[in-house]
T-cell receptor, first 115, second 111 residues
Framework: NAGVTQTPKFRILKIGQSMTLQCTQD?????MYWYRQDPGMGLKLIYY???????DKGEVPNGYNVSRSTTEDFPLRLELAAPSQTSVYFC??????????????FGPGTRLTVL | GIQVEQSPPDLILQEGANSTLRCNFS?????LQWFHQNPWGQLINLFY???GTKQNGRLSATTVATERYSLLYISSSQTTDSGVYFC?????????????FGEGTQLTVNP
């Protein structure tokens, strides 16, 4: 298993540009998450999904959109990039069944700079 | 929401030394994970430990859920142990079963 994969690894955007961060997992996990990590800080949840077709907001959703058309993929969309979105973005997944929670596994991250 | 506090914020060790990292949380949790973020930014799962004690090589962890803390022990530290150690908790049936992260402990192991 490749686990959780993310592309691209690095990206520089100009203010106002848009882009999509890709995330794929091959572990058949039902839950997927997007976090952001600002310098010197822990991770904060942007959006999450409990299964294909179902998404919901986390702590810091403003400026982002997500979709979940398949179990494997959970892309994160930035529509109008702003300098405040300069961060490292992590995708994660876990399997939850009948209220039994299992550990989350993280992708390698995407380092985004908005200038 | 739940508060997660890690201590110490920074720790510098000589190779071969032992250390204990602490994670306090402000509410009952039903899951807890420890991660190591290496200097390249990768998040590596160390332990999934909602309660009890686990060991993996030179690392071990203990969570006392009733007293709202967890400890990560690193023995005979190596330079490759350097990086940031995060504790993350999940509370009850909150939305999405999300993890709430602490601010981390920055560990530097010198040769």
């Amino acid at each position: 298993n490749a686990g959780v994969t993310q592309t691209p690894k690095f990206r520089i955007l100009k203010i106002g540009q848009s882009m999509t961060l890709q995330c794929t997992q091959d572990m058949n996990h039902n839950y997927m998450y997007w976090y952001r990590q600002d310098p010197g800080m822990g991770l904060k949840l942007i959006y999450y999904s409990v299964g294909a077709g179902i998404t919901d907001k986390g702590e810091v959703p403003n400026g982002y959109n997500v979709s979940r058309s398949t179990t494997e993929d959970f892309p994160l969309r930035l529509e109008l990039a702003a300098p405040s979105q300069t961060s490292v973005y992590f995708c994660a997944s876990s399997y939850i069944s009948r209220g039994v929670y299992n550990e989350q596994f993280f992708g390698p991250g995407t380092r985004l700079t908005v200038l | 929401g739940i508060q997660v506090e890690q201590s110490p914020p920074d720790l510098i060790l000589q190779e071969g030394a032992n250390s204990t990292l602490r994670c306090n949380f402000s509410d009952s949790v039903n899951n807890l994970q420890w991660f190591h973020q290496n200097p390249w930014g990768q998040l590596i799962n160390l332990f999934y430990i909602p309660s009890g004690t686990k060991q993996n090589g030179r690392l071990s962890a203990t969570t006392v859920a009733t007293e709202r803390y967890s400890l990560l022990y690193i023995s005979s530290s190596q330079t490759t142990d350097s990086g940031v150690y995060f504790c993350a908790v999940r509370v009850g049936e909150t939305s999405g079963s999300r993890l709430t992260f602490g601010e981390g402990t920055q560990l530097t192991v010198n040769p």
